[in-house]
């Protein structure tokens, strides 16, 4: 059974850093892994897609990596600004799975100004 | 990137009776959605898969009985909580794929907030 992590659980940073979001899974076969914003109240916003063949896909100043035999991923967020707090979920398919996806716990981050 | 919308946004409700919540992909067909359900400051968890034209299939520990999913177009998702009791108070999301074109990327509607008194 597939198991994602998140870690931090919760970050608070000055705005203007630089910070990673780390997101681990147990099963690497997987056919892709989907970086999600939610706000509170709110549902997901998807920010990121990375196939299972792709290293990394970038967005404004969101990158995200992929290291599939690792299990690993990361959310770079570059020049982070207060608009950016939100909780960052990663979520991975399956490659046997259909559409499903499997949800970290999510990092909660807050940028202050 | 494609829109799903649900509604009711919130609802509040007595408990014993039924909530009827819709998904609607606006801009494309899907032929599989996924209803989750998240607790305050928890992840989401996936409670359904819904296939249009079949039965949905239940993640265990979830009562069928319960929460009834419908989906009859390729549109149009619904979840129904019966006779809904306190414990049932949640926030529900729904999410949909593209149908005929697997990039495997999922979107989310906005969510329903149940509130059940």
């Known amino acids: 059974k597939q198991e994602v992590t998140q870690i931090p659980a919760a970050l608070s940073v000055p705005e203007g850093e630089n910070l990673v979001l780390n997101c681990s899974f147990t099963?690497?076969?997987?056919?892709?892994l989907q970086w999600f914003r939610q706000d509170p109240g709110k549902g997901l916003t998807s920010l990121l897609l990375i196939q299972s063949s792709q290293r990394e896909q970038t967005s404004g100043r969101l990158n995200a990596s992929l290291d599939k035999s690792s299990g690993r991923s990361t959310l770079y967020i570059a020049a982070s600004q207060p608009g950016d707090s939100a909780t960052y979920l990663c979520a991975v398919r399956q490659s046997n799975a259909g559409n499903m996806l499997t949800f970290g716990g999510g990092t909660r981050l807050m940028v202050k100004p | 990137g494609a829109v799903v919308s649900q509604h009711p946004s919130w609802v509040i409700c007595k408990s014993g009776t039924s909530v009827k919540i819709e998904c609607r992909s606006l801009?494309?067909?899907?032929?599989?959605m996924f209803w989750y359900r998240q607790f305050p400051k928890q992840s989401l968890m996936l409670m359904a898969t819904?296939?249009?034209?079949?039965?949905?299939?239940?993640e265990q520990g979830v009562e069928k009985d319960k929460f009834l999913i419908n989906h009859a177009s390729l549109t149009l998702s619904t979840l129904t909580v019966t006779s809904a009791h306190p414990e049932d108070s949640s926030f529900y999301i729904c999410?949909?794929?593209?149908?005929?074109?697997?990039?495997?990327?999922?979107?989310f509607g906005e969510g329903s907030r149940l509130t059940v008194l």
């Open positions: 999410s949909a794929g593209l149908a005929g074109r697997d990039t495997g990327e999922l979107f």
């Open positions: 819904s296939n249009e034209g079949s039965k949905a299939t239940y």
């Open positions: 099963d690497s076969a997987i056919y892709n």
């Open positions: 801009d494309f067909q899907a032929t599989t």
